[in-house]
């Protein structure tokens, strides 16, 4: 199906999405397009790799992330009780 593309084909394919899409955003498009690619090859490495490892090395890998992606517990500060706040009348009506 693909195969009988021509390059007058592809011309007014690309025609059309510049008129769909404006010529300003389409090198915005191609850059988004290309980090997704990139992102995406480096999850395939990754998933790859652990595949890999030994049960061992990856749950020590797991425990060693989990426990870096935890915050410290802040410190716990007293509770303060502010007294009942007293506003001065100024209702003068006599």
């Given at each position: 199906m693909l195969g009988n593309l021509g390059?007058?084909?592809l011309l007014i394919i690309l025609g059309i999405v510049i008129l769909l899409f404006g010529a300003t955003k389409l090198p915005a498009l191609a850059k988004g397009l290309g980090?997704?690619?990139n992102i995406f090859k480096k999850e395939m490495g990754d998933d790859e790799k652990k595949a890999k490892g030994t049960d061992a090395g990856v749950q020590a890998e797991r425990m060693n992330t989990a426990a870096a992606a935890e915050p410290a517990?802040?410190?716990?500060q007293p509770v303060v009780n502010p007294g009942p706040s007293v506003q001065p009348?100024?209702?003068h009506r006599n």
């Open positions: 390059g007058v084909h980090q997704s690619i517990a802040p410190v716990a009348n100024t209702d």
